[in-house]
């Protein structure tokens, strides 16, 4: 039984890990046409701030996939035929008996005037960093666009290196489908304090230049010159190479609840896949580092013949703007949804927000903390078991945090 995993992400490579656990005899070779070693992309940043080299982002020790007798192939995928059942690489083809998409995603560049100069990338890949670090040297003014966890990274990895920023946020407050105004202005104050030059409710109209960045022109009539602008206004699942290979895409692979595709035998998970939905039915949160790891690990029993259902969970993520420390658990929006309201708390530094049901149970369904570290262990649990608002409030201090913060919270 060969099983091929196309990318070597989060995703993918927890899927081989598990693949072997499950059959010691299957073949399995792992396919990435960006890196041969497999590395954590969530710390990119670090790389570039100095407190890592690559080698400290590896995912595993060199010795870890000859142990586990996982092939891996420093190649491009171009296309694939489900038929004949081989990817078309850049090296020749390559059979498979069953096959992982996990190919992530690539980022979204709008198409404003000037887009394609060069000079104006995401940040994704590690090609993405050693550009952002070649144009550094000749970087005094930089300009971040887009107001999601990649554009305060850029931000704040900009501001360590000495470089003035100009952040522009289209929405009129920092991440409003998240984040109530409270933790929306503690937001902009962490990134305003740390020099940043943020501007709320301001978009690019323009980026000018002869072949390099020179400008851009935002749409308060203010133009800034600089020679880099970082975008951070999404991603998309890099599924176009999958044009004509019968495996059906809507936005992303469309798959089951075994996250397996239309086609026998291939699976997809991570950023390139999406669940499918009953009609009427709420799309799931995208796909983090947390949700990516937890669907290779569910793809890998497809994959050796086991179909598992995939089970996300409570779902959690987490971040920092600058200093500012950032948690969610479970469904915290920006605005309540109907039957759900906030119970809110800060002292002007730190927030913890309780999104509960309004009904009798006053059910838990969302926390979100900034500046305060809460046990993943005890916030899921809430959520999970439907706890009360004020059973939650009573249990804060179990959360372990400020003892003395969680006693003022509890007596609000």
């Known amino acids: 039984?060969?099983?091929?995993?196309?990318?070597?992400?989060?995703?993918?490579?927890?899927?081989?890990?598990?693949?072997?656990?499950?059959?010691a005899e299957a073949q399995i070779t792992m396919v990435s046409g960006e890196t041969r070693?497999?590395?954590?992309?969530?710390?990119?940043?670090?790389?570039?701030?100095?407190t890592l080299t690559q080698p400290h982002t590896w995912l595993y020790e060199e010795d870890f996939w000859a142990k586990n007798r996982i092939e891996r192939v420093w190649d491009h995928a171009?296309?694939?035929?489900?038929a004949r059942k081989v990817i078309d690489l850049d090296g020749g083809e390559l059979a498979y008996d069953r096959l992982l998409l996990a190919t992530g995603s690539v980022p979204f560049i709008p198409p404003w005037p000037g887009h394609q100069l060069e000079g104006?990338?995401?940040?994704?890949?590690?090609?993405?960093?050693?550009?952002?670090?070649?144009?550094?040297?000749?970087?005094?003014?930089?300009?971040?666009v887009g107001g999601g966890l990649i554009g305060v990274e850029l931000a704040e990895m900009l501001r360590v290196r000495g470089k003035n920023v100009t952040f522009l946020v289209r929405e009129e407050r920092y991440m409003p489908l998240i984040l109530v105004e409270e933790e929306s202005a503690l937001v902009a104050d962490a990134i305003r304090q740390h020099g940043v030059d943020l501007r709320l409710g301001t978009e690019v109209e323009r980026i000018e230049g002869a072949g390099c960045v020179e400008a851009v022109v935002a749409s308060d009539g203010d133009r800034i010159e600089t020679?880099?602008?970082?975008?951070?206004t999404g991603v998309r699942p890099n599924v176009e190479w999958l044009d004509g290979s019968g495996v059906e895409i809507d936005r992303?692979?469309?798959?089951?609840?075994?996250?397996?595709?239309?086609?026998?035998?291939?699976?997809?998970?991570?950023?390139?896949a999406q669940l499918r939905l009953p009609p009427g039915a709420e799309p799931p949160t995208r796909p983090i580092w947390y949700t990516a790891r937890l669907q290779g690990?569910?793809?890998?029993?497809?994959?050796?013949?086991?179909?598992?259902?995939?089970?996300?969970?409570v779902f959690f993520n987490s971040a920092k703007f600058f200093d500012l420390e950032y948690q969610t658990y479970g469904h915290a929006t920006g605005e309540p949804r109907a039957g759900e309201a906030n119970w809110l708390v800060s002292d002007g530094r730190r927030s913890v927000r309780i999104q509960h049901r309004t009904d009798a149970s006053q059910a838990v369904v969302g926390v979100?903390?900034?500046?305060?570290?809460?046990?993943?262990?005890?916030?899921?649990?809430?959520?999970?078991?439907?706890?009360?608002?004020?059973?939650?409030?009573?249990?804060l201090e179990l959360a372990d945090f400020d003892p003395e913060f969680a006693r003022s919270l509890a007596s609000t």
């Open 78 to 82: 171009h296309g694939l035929d489900t």
């Open 252 to 272: 992303g692979v469309l798959v089951d609840e075994a996250l397996q595709t239309n086609v026998p035998g291939v699976y997809a998970a991570g950023d390139c």
């Open 297 to 313: 690990a569910t793809a890998a029993f497809g994959l050796v013949g086991r179909p598992r259902t995939y089970a996300p969970g």
């Open 120 to 144: 104006v990338q995401g940040l994704y890949h590690l090609g993405d960093l050693e550009r952002l670090e070649a144009a550094t040297p000749q970087l005094e003014h930089g300009i971040v």
């Open 227 to 232: 020679t880099w602008v970082g975008v951070g």
């Open 368 to 395: 979100t903390s900034l500046g305060v570290r809460l046990r993943q262990e005890i916030c899921s649990q809430w959520i999970a078991d439907g706890v009360s608002l004020d059973t939650a409030r009573r249990q």
């Open 37 to 50: 070693e497999p590395y954590a992309r969530t710390a990119l940043m670090y790389i570039y701030m100095g």
């Open 1 to 23: 039984m060969h099983i091929v995993i196309l990318g070597n992400g989060i995703a993918g490579v927890t899927a081989a890990r598990h693949v072997r656990k499950l059959d």
